[in-house]
């Protein structure tokens, strides 16, 4: 059981570039989320998705499009990266309701 | 809003001494709370919920809505307690439910 796969693991952009961070999770859940990890901010929730198709703002949004056509994936896309946008970002997942959150490993992103 | 407040960014204590990690939340509704942990170079991973009333690793949280606060404890900390700790509050938005996270507190437990 794989659980929640992060691709790929590590990233090097130059300013102005684009990519794209895909997430996969194996459990069947509908939630699924983008977090952004940076030293003495904890935690902050980009994007997130309640289910297929359907996605809403986080914390900090700007700067970040996700998309949701498959319930397994949850796509995050950079489309101009910028310096400021270094940093870990970590997908998760759980079911519907106040329930436990599965996360992937994470993405090291660097934006020089 | 909810926020989540962990007032101390690093806790270093000696082996064998008690822990307690501290978590605050400010929420209008019903929290429900959790503490996540991650070890070095590992994904962050459940350690307790505060419905379950649980005891994983020694580590207990009791929620006090009164002090709205929900503080990690261990009374013998271990080197390999030694990780960075989260405490989460998951709130419910219209028909969506999310986490919010606490910036973290690392605990350093040293010999």
Known sequence: ?112 | AQRVTQPEKLLSVFKGAPVELKCNYSYSGSPELFWYVQYSRQRLQLLLRHISRESIKGFTADLNKGETSFHLKKPFAQEEDSAMYYCALSSITGTASKLTFGTGTRLQVTL
């Open chain 1, 1 to 112: 059981n794989a659980g929640v796969t992060q691709t790929p693991k590590f990233r090097v952009l130059k300013t102005g570039q684009s990519m794209t961070l895909l997430c996969a999770q194996d459990m069947n859940h509908e939630y699924m989320y983008w977090y952004r990890q940076d030293p003495g901010m904890g935690l902050r929730l980009i994007h997130y998705s309640v289910g297929e198709g359907t996605t809403a703002k986080g914390e900090v949004p700007d700067g970040y499009n996700v998309s949701r056509l498959k319930k397994q994936n949850f796509l995050l896309g950079l489309e101009s990266a910028a310096p400021s946008q270094t940093s870990v970002y970590f997908c998760a997942s759980s079911r519907i309701g106040k329930s436990e959150a599965f996360f992937g490993q994470g993405t090291r992103l660097t934006v020089v």
